[in-house]
């Protein structure tokens, strides 16, 4: 049995009184690219923000390490090597790129690595260099996913959770995301993505959940899934 | 109305203001400082103000001390004070939401002026320094030397708050946590910390121009309300958001006052801040130096 990095188990969540995720189970394995899928509105968001401590679940258990995560806050899911990429980027948009980047590495335990982390988040991403005295505000989006991305580097995460970084991207763009994507899970970083770009996501995750209306529905190997007539349906738009 | 007979009167006027400005100036970013954090007006801050002004009288009634050593005394005081008032209670209330923390900032108001009334009296009180009458002059122009130190000393204060924003990593997540708490939280950021120190900052901010204005104003406890909303509208000149944009609103709204006091007379200086904050709000929201910042996603 491989490492697991992340165990959800049984987790409820609401919002208020509206439930948005039934007793939902899932893993992540260490070093691996693994993938939520799910339409609009199906909790994949929602099962992050568990994760990171932004939400707390109803019922069940979030296991990280070997260990539970009991009331966890996401000042300290961020101290324990989770980094979380939101969705819509969230930047400091006056502050500037550098200084975006630097708060990456506000934790204690990274900040003194905060010059070195600096030159692998401008070797992955060049561009940010570039424009590193400019407010982040003023990127375009691509450049701005970048940046949420480095922000969350800067951290040194164990675990990196991306909120669909490719969301209204060019597609030469959301290439560059993914295979940077591949790179970092290369040198290490454990990475669950959350994606609306089904092809892309087959193309480099390990491993696949599937969300639906708040419920896990389907879990297998991209080429398992392919094959799959329910998620071909569902996903691809077609059958056979 | 009566225009000025010289350009001697003119500048004295404007260095009058500038003067005056100063004050509105520092209690304006601790004003902004505070908006930051807990996204409402500060309605104490000019009560705060005036505990510093009497912390001050009394320092001078029974030591020898000049008041301006009392910068040395109130700052640390004052942050102390605010980091208490923080996270005794605004840190609790602050989660129930932006209208139960206004309310207890003008319960606060009120309550401290009342205090202050019952152990101080209503009666007022003057501060006097060695050097109350002591004045250069340069060109015609005079610079009472209590005035100049006032300006110093706002000049530093500004200085010192735009350094530790700019500079160092606590600053930074200061107005990172100002911009969007939650992505701060994400990244290991403790909001109520950097909250706290905020709030002590503008604290300490409102002890320095408490300090400052007890040496040229006679006061009582309930004079600091005017205070509020001078700082208020300076911070509305300046933009929010903005160090030097709350001092220099601040100075605007100073000379403003002193130009509108000389030329239309003393009765109508006031008058003509709030017809101009008024403006301001209407065809200028983001200030007259604030950029027009993009709609948050």
């Known amino acids: 049995m491989a490492n697991l990095l992340l165990e959800v188990e049984n987790v409820d969540v609401f919002y208020g009184v509206a439930q948005?995720?039934?007793?939902?189970?899932?893993?992540?394995?260490?070093?691996?690219?693994?993938?939520?899928?799910?339409?609009?509105?199906?909790?994949?968001?929602?099962?992050?923000?568990?994760?990171?401590?932004?939400?707390?679940?109803?019922?069940?258990?979030?296991?990280?390490?070997g260990s539970p995560l009991i009331d966890c806050k996401p000042e300290k899911a961020a101290s324990l090597g989770i980094s979380h990429v939101p969705e819509g980027r969230r930047l400091f948009s006056g502050l500037t790129?550098?200084?975006?980047?630097?708060?990456?590495?506000?934790?204690?335990?990274?900040?003194?690595?905060?010059?070195?982390?600096?030159?692998?988040v401008f070797g992955l991403f060049p561009?940010?260099?570039?424009?590193?005295?400019?407010?982040?505000?003023?990127?375009?989006?691509?450049?701005?996913?970048?940046?949420?991305?480095?922000?969350?580097?800067?951290?040194?995460?164990?675990?990196?959770?991306?909120?669909e970084p490719s969301l209204g991207l060019a597609p030469i763009v959301v290439k560059l995301l993914f295979d940077t994507i591949r790179v970092l899970n290369r040198d290490g970083v454990t990475i669950l993505l959350v994606e609306q770009n089904v092809?892309?996501?087959?193309?480099?995750?390990?491993?696949?959940?599937?969300?639906?209306?708040?419920?896990?529905?389907?879990?297998?190997?991209?080429?398992?899934?392919?094959?799959?007539?329910?998620?071909?349906?569902?996903?691809?738009?077609?059958?056979? | 109305m009566h225009w000025f007979s010289s350009l001697t009167t003119f500048l004295q006027v404007l260095v009058n203001g500038?003067?005056?400005?100063?004050?509105?100036?520092?209690?304006a970013i601790g004003l902004s400082l505070v908006f930051g954090c807990m996204q409402i007006i500060f309605i104490a801050q000019g009560a705060?103000?005036?505990?510093?002004?009497?912390c001050i009288f009394w320092m001078i009634t029974f030591t020898p001390l000049s008041p301006f050593w009392g910068f040395l005394l109130i700052i640390p005081v004052f942050v102390g004070f605010g980091f208490a008032m923080y996270t005794g209670l605004f840190q609790r209330v602050a989660k129930a939401g932006k209208n139960p923390s206004l309310l207890l900032a003008f319960g606060l108001m009120v309550l401290l002026?009342?205090?202050?009334?019952?152990?101080?009296?209503?009666?007022?009180?003057?501060?006097?320094?060695?050097?109350?009458?002591?004045?250069?002059?340069?060109a015609g122009v005079t610079f009472s030397v209590?005035?100049?130190?006032?300006?110093?000393?706002?000049?530093?204060?500004?200085?010192?708050?735009?350094?530790?924003?700019?500079?160092?990593?606590?600053?930074?997540?200061?107005?990172?946590?100002?911009?969007?708490?939650?992505?701060?939280?994400?990244?290991?950021?403790?909001?109520?910390?950097?909250?706290?120190?905020?709030?002590?900052?503008?604290?300490g901010l409102a002890g320095v121009a408490g300090v400052a204005t007890c040496v040229i104003f006679p006061f009582d406890p309930y004079f600091g309300f005017i205070f509020s909303l001078k700082a208020l509208i300076a911070v509305a000149f300046g933009g929010l958001g903005s160090v030097g944009g709350a001092l220099l609103g601040g100075v605007i709204l100073g000379v403003l006052e002193s130009m509108s006091a000389y030329t239309i007379g003393g009765g109508w200086a006031d008058a003509v801040a709030y017809a101009a904050f008024l403006l301001i709000l209407v065809f200028r929201p983001e200030g007259l130096l604030g950029r027009s910042s993009p709609e948050k996603a």
């Open chain 1, 97 to 120: 790129v550098l200084e975006n980047l630097e708060l990456g590495a506000y934790l204690p335990n990274v900040r003194p690595l905060t010059k070195e982390s600096l030159e692998r």
């Open chain 1, 20 to 65: 948005a995720l039934w007793d939902v189970s899932f893993s992540v394995e260490e070093r691996k690219i693994t993938a939520l899928l799910g339409a609009n509105g199906a909790g994949k968001s929602t099962l992050l923000k568990t994760i990171s401590g932004v939400i707390r679940p109803a019922k069940g258990r979030i296991v990280y390490a």
């Open chain 2, 113 to 138: 002026e009342h205090l202050m009334a019952f152990f101080f009296s209503s009666d007022y009180r003057t501060v006097k320094t060695k050097y109350a009458s002591t004045a250069l002059s340069l």
């Open chain 2, 146 to 203: 209590n005035r100049i130190i006032i300006a110093v000393v706002a000049l530093v204060a500004t200085t010192l708050v735009f350094l530790f924003l700019k500079r160092t990593i606590l600053g930074k997540a200061v107005r990172a946590v100002s911009e969007d708490m939650g992505a701060a939280a994400l990244l290991g950021m403790r909001p109520e910390w950097v909250s706290a120190v905020t709030f002590s900052i503008g604290i």
């Open chain 1, 199 to 240: 092809k892309k996501t087959l193309d480099i995750a390990d491993y696949v959940f599937v969300l639906k209306t708040g419920v896990m529905r389907m879990e297998g190997q991209p080429g398992q899934l392919l094959t799959d007539r329910e998620f071909r349906q569902a996903f691809l738009g077609r059958i056979g």
């Open chain 2, 48 to 54: 705060v103000m005036i505990l510093a002004a009497y």
């Open chain 2, 18 to 27: 500038v003067f005056l400005g100063c004050m509105y100036g520092v209690a």
């Open chain 1, 127 to 163: 561009v940010l260099k570039k424009r590193m005295r400019q407010a982040a505000g003023t990127l375009s989006g691509g450049e701005q996913q970048m940046l949420a991305i480095g922000r969350a580097l800067m951290a040194r995460p164990t675990l990196l959770l991306l909120d």
